[in-house]
Nanobody, 123 residues
Framework: QVQLVESGGGLVQAGGSLRLSCAAS????????MGWFRQAPGKGREFVAG????????NYADSVKGRFTISRDNAKNTVYLQMNSLKPEDTAVYYC????????????????WGQGTLVTVSS
């Protein structure tokens, strides 16, 4: 069973940047597509970005296109989310998960969720 641990969250001013990491342990995630989701207080879990096993194919929610970049380093068994030009509406707990259907945007198509990392963007 794989364990996913997110890190890199914190408090940042609007316009700033953060880089989130999702480190996997227990087995390799090399052959799996991965995704990032977020959940703001009182809201449902929202797709942010996905990446296929090789890193060559990615997809993004419209709300983050051009600002966020998902990447992976299979040698380090880690997936990243670079977040630039952050806005207060990006405030949420960010989760990574393993995709059962590559590049899906549906939370039900993902498994092995991490515990999340909180990102707070102040105005």
């Amino acid at each position: 069973q794989v364990q996913l641990v997110e890190s890199g969250g914190g408090l940042v001013q609007a316009g700033g940047s953060l880089r989130l990491s999702c480190a996997a342990s227990g087995r390799t995630i090399e052959l799996f597509a991965m995704g990032w989701f977020r959940q703001a207080p009182g809201k449902g879990r929202e797709f942010v970005a996905g990446i296929n096993w090789s890193g060559r194919n990615t997809n993004y929610a419209d709300s983050v296109k051009g600002r966020f970049t998902i990447s992976r380093d299979n040698a380090k068994n880690t997936v990243y989310l670079q977040m630039n030009s952050l806005k207060p509406e990006d405030t949420a707990v960010y989760y990574c998960a393993e995709a059962r259907i590559p590049l899906s945007a549906e939370p039900t198509d993902f498994a092995n969720w991490g515990q999340g990392t909180l990102v707070t963007v102040s105005s």
